[in-house]
Protein backbone atom coordinates (compact mmCIF):
# COMPACT_ATOMS: atom_id res chain seq x y z
CA UNK A 1 0.00 0.00 0.00
CA UNK A 2 2.99 2.03 1.05
CA UNK A 3 3.97 2.30 -3.11
CA UNK A 4 0.55 3.63 -4.22
CA UNK A 5 0.57 6.87 -5.19
CA UNK A 6 -2.53 8.83 -4.23
CA UNK A 7 -3.38 8.46 -0.23
CA UNK A 8 -6.43 9.63 2.03
CA UNK A 9 -5.44 10.73 5.23
CA UNK A 10 -8.91 10.18 6.87
CA UNK A 11 -9.49 11.78 10.63
CA UNK A 12 -12.10 10.85 12.17
CA UNK A 13 -12.92 12.19 15.88
CA UNK A 14 -14.70 10.01 18.35
CA UNK A 15 -16.79 11.02 21.97
CA UNK A 16 -14.47 10.96 24.94
CA UNK A 17 -14.31 7.79 26.12
CA UNK A 18 -15.45 6.07 23.70
CA UNK A 19 -12.39 4.28 22.32
CA UNK A 20 -12.58 0.85 22.79
CA UNK A 21 -16.10 0.85 21.27
CA UNK A 22 -15.03 2.71 18.42
CA UNK A 23 -11.81 0.20 17.75
CA UNK A 24 -14.73 -3.07 17.91
CA UNK A 25 -16.28 -1.32 15.26
CA UNK A 26 -13.81 -0.75 13.30
CA UNK A 27 -12.60 -4.00 13.50
CA UNK A 28 -15.55 -6.06 12.89
CA UNK A 29 -17.51 -3.66 10.60
CA UNK A 30 -15.37 -1.06 8.89
CA UNK A 31 -12.10 -3.00 8.33
CA UNK A 32 -13.02 -5.66 6.61
CA UNK A 33 -15.19 -3.89 4.31
CA UNK A 34 -12.48 -1.63 3.45
CA UNK A 35 -9.68 -4.41 2.87
CA UNK A 36 -12.44 -6.23 0.83
CA UNK A 37 -12.79 -3.39 -1.63
CA UNK A 38 -9.74 -0.90 -1.07
CA UNK A 39 -6.89 -3.20 0.14
CA UNK A 40 -4.99 -3.20 2.88
CA UNK A 41 -4.61 0.07 5.11
CA UNK A 42 -1.44 1.60 5.24
CA UNK A 43 -1.77 2.94 8.90
CA UNK A 44 -3.95 3.29 11.97
CA UNK A 45 -3.38 5.62 14.43
CA UNK A 46 -4.94 7.67 17.64
CA UNK A 47 -3.78 10.94 19.16
CA UNK A 48 -1.77 11.15 22.04
CA UNK A 49 -0.86 15.01 22.30
CA UNK A 50 -2.39 17.67 20.35
CA UNK A 51 -5.92 17.50 18.90
CA UNK A 52 -7.01 14.60 21.05
CA UNK A 53 -9.45 12.00 20.74
CA UNK A 54 -9.10 11.50 16.80
CA UNK A 55 -8.61 7.86 15.26
CA UNK A 56 -6.13 9.05 11.84
CA UNK A 57 -6.61 6.55 8.86
CA UNK A 58 -3.97 6.06 5.80
CA UNK A 59 -5.78 4.19 2.75
CA UNK A 60 -3.77 3.95 -0.71
CA UNK A 61 -4.68 4.25 -4.08
CA UNK A 62 -3.61 4.05 -7.89
CA UNK A 63 -5.44 7.27 -8.70
CA UNK A 64 -7.97 9.98 -7.59
CA UNK A 65 -10.51 8.07 -9.95
CA UNK A 66 -9.96 4.72 -7.80
CA UNK A 67 -10.60 6.85 -4.83
CA UNK A 68 -14.07 7.93 -5.77
CA UNK A 69 -14.71 4.36 -7.00
CA UNK A 70 -13.56 2.44 -4.32
CA UNK A 71 -15.00 5.12 -1.85
CA UNK A 72 -18.22 4.75 -3.61
CA UNK A 73 -18.56 0.94 -3.51
CA UNK A 74 -17.90 0.95 0.71
CA UNK A 75 -20.29 3.36 1.00
CA UNK A 76 -22.89 1.65 -0.95
CA UNK A 77 -22.00 -1.64 0.75
CA UNK A 78 -24.74 -2.61 3.56
CA UNK A 79 -21.81 -3.63 6.03
CA UNK A 80 -20.95 0.45 5.92
CA UNK A 81 -24.46 1.26 6.53
CA UNK A 82 -24.01 -1.20 9.67
CA UNK A 83 -21.15 0.53 10.80
CA UNK A 84 -22.38 4.01 10.29
CA UNK A 85 -25.67 3.01 12.65
CA UNK A 86 -23.06 1.05 15.57
CA UNK A 87 -20.98 3.99 15.81
CA UNK A 88 -23.87 7.11 15.10
CA UNK A 89 -22.96 8.06 19.49
CA UNK A 90 -19.34 7.35 18.76
CA UNK A 91 -17.95 9.28 15.69
CA UNK A 92 -18.26 13.18 16.01
CA UNK A 93 -17.24 14.29 12.55
CA UNK A 94 -14.95 12.72 9.76
CA UNK A 95 -12.76 14.60 7.49
CA UNK A 96 -10.53 13.53 4.80
CA UNK A 97 -8.27 14.89 2.13
CA UNK A 98 -5.97 13.58 -0.75
CA UNK A 99 -2.47 13.90 -1.16
CA UNK A 100 -0.21 12.66 -3.37
CA UNK A 101 3.01 10.95 -1.99
CA UNK A 102 6.38 12.90 -2.49
CA UNK A 103 9.20 10.92 -3.09
CA UNK A 104 12.41 11.99 -2.24
CA UNK A 105 15.78 10.15 -4.11
CA UNK A 106 17.10 8.23 -1.04
CA UNK A 107 13.53 8.58 1.28
CA UNK A 108 12.90 5.06 1.30
CA UNK A 109 16.01 3.93 3.00
CA UNK A 110 14.63 3.06 6.37
CA UNK A 111 11.36 3.93 5.54
CA UNK A 112 9.84 0.19 6.66
CA UNK A 113 11.33 0.34 10.12
CA UNK A 114 10.19 3.72 10.45
CA UNK A 115 6.99 3.05 9.63
CA UNK A 116 6.94 -0.33 12.22
CA UNK A 117 7.52 2.55 15.37
CA UNK A 118 4.99 2.69 17.58
CA UNK A 119 4.66 6.98 17.70
CA UNK A 120 4.21 8.75 15.35
CA UNK A 121 5.37 12.62 14.80
CA UNK A 122 2.55 13.54 12.24
CA UNK A 123 3.41 17.00 11.10
CA UNK A 124 1.20 19.60 8.64
CA UNK A 125 3.02 22.45 7.13
CA UNK A 126 0.60 25.27 5.32
CA UNK A 127 2.99 26.85 2.66
CA UNK A 128 2.45 30.44 0.79
CA UNK A 129 0.78 30.68 -2.50
CA UNK A 130 3.34 29.41 -5.56
CA UNK A 131 6.04 28.46 -2.78
CA UNK A 132 5.43 24.56 -2.92
CA UNK A 133 8.44 23.49 -5.48
CA UNK A 134 10.55 26.00 -3.21
CA UNK A 135 9.60 24.24 -0.13
CA UNK A 136 9.68 20.43 -1.62
CA UNK A 137 13.08 21.53 -3.06
CA UNK A 138 14.44 23.16 0.68
CA UNK A 139 13.83 19.85 1.68
CA UNK A 140 15.25 17.90 -0.22
CA UNK A 141 18.78 19.92 -0.39
CA UNK A 142 19.30 20.79 3.62
CA UNK A 143 15.82 19.23 5.73
CA UNK A 144 16.28 15.80 4.79
CA UNK A 145 20.10 14.80 4.78
CA UNK A 146 20.15 15.93 8.55
CA UNK A 147 16.70 14.61 9.44
CA UNK A 148 18.04 10.75 8.36
CA UNK A 149 20.94 11.56 9.99
CA UNK A 150 19.74 12.33 13.68
CA UNK A 151 16.11 10.63 12.95
CA UNK A 152 15.61 8.73 10.19
CA UNK A 153 13.97 8.06 7.30
CA UNK A 154 10.22 9.39 6.89
CA UNK A 155 7.72 7.56 7.41
CA UNK A 156 6.04 9.30 4.25
CA UNK A 157 5.60 12.67 2.56
CA UNK A 158 2.13 14.38 1.38
CA UNK A 159 1.02 17.36 -0.55
CA UNK A 160 -2.63 17.88 -0.63
CA UNK A 161 -4.52 18.26 -3.93
CA UNK A 162 -7.90 17.88 -2.50
CA UNK A 163 -8.87 19.59 0.56
CA UNK A 164 -6.82 22.18 1.68
CA UNK A 165 -4.03 22.84 -0.68
CA UNK A 166 -0.84 24.63 -0.15
CA UNK A 167 -0.68 22.08 2.51
CA UNK A 168 2.16 19.26 3.23
CA UNK A 169 1.53 16.38 5.50
CA UNK A 170 4.89 14.80 6.96
CA UNK A 171 5.35 11.86 9.33
CA UNK A 172 8.35 10.47 11.09
CA UNK A 173 8.49 7.10 13.34
CA UNK A 174 10.06 7.03 16.97
CA UNK A 175 10.33 4.46 19.61
CA UNK A 176 8.92 6.04 22.26
CA UNK A 177 7.90 10.08 23.23
CA UNK A 178 11.64 9.74 25.44
CA UNK A 179 13.19 8.79 22.28
CA UNK A 180 11.65 11.76 19.89
CA UNK A 181 12.46 14.22 22.04
CA UNK A 182 16.22 12.79 22.13
CA UNK A 183 16.58 12.33 18.48
CA UNK A 184 14.93 16.24 18.01
CA UNK A 185 17.56 17.49 20.61
CA UNK A 186 20.33 16.14 18.95
CA UNK A 187 18.50 17.39 15.06
CA UNK A 188 18.63 20.62 16.28
CA UNK A 189 21.86 20.81 17.88
CA UNK A 190 23.13 19.80 14.33
CA UNK A 191 24.70 22.87 12.12
CA UNK A 192 22.84 22.00 8.93
CA UNK A 193 19.55 22.18 10.81
CA UNK A 194 20.28 26.23 11.23
CA UNK A 195 20.77 25.95 7.47
CA UNK A 196 17.34 24.59 6.82
CA UNK A 197 16.26 26.65 9.64
CA UNK A 198 17.40 30.10 7.02
CA UNK A 199 17.10 28.52 3.92
CA UNK A 200 12.81 27.69 4.49
CA UNK A 201 12.63 31.50 6.06
CA UNK A 202 9.21 33.16 4.90
CA UNK A 203 8.15 29.67 3.19
CA UNK A 204 5.44 28.26 5.05
CA UNK A 205 3.22 30.58 7.38
CA UNK A 206 1.93 27.81 10.01
CA UNK A 207 2.94 24.62 10.96
CA UNK A 208 0.41 21.97 13.02
CA UNK A 209 1.91 18.75 15.03
CA UNK A 210 0.55 15.76 16.98
CA UNK A 211 1.83 12.97 18.37
CA UNK A 212 0.01 9.67 17.62
CA UNK A 213 0.31 6.00 18.37
CA UNK A 214 0.14 3.19 15.92
CA UNK A 215 -2.67 0.94 16.78
CA UNK A 216 -3.41 -2.66 14.99
CA UNK A 217 -6.32 -3.78 14.14
Known amino acids: MWTKPIVEI ?32 MAYYTSLVGRINCAIQLWGYESVAAYAEQRAAVEADPDWAAYRDATQDITRFTTTRLTRQVMFDGADEGAAQARAKPVVDFRVYHIHNNRMG ?74 ETQVLRKIAL
Open 134 to 207: TFLDTSAEFALPVMMRNIGAPIGYFQTIVGNLNEITHLWGYDSLGDMEARRDKRNADPDWRAYLDASDGIYHRQ
Open 10 to 41: RVEEYTRGTLPRYLAAQKALALPLQERIIGTP
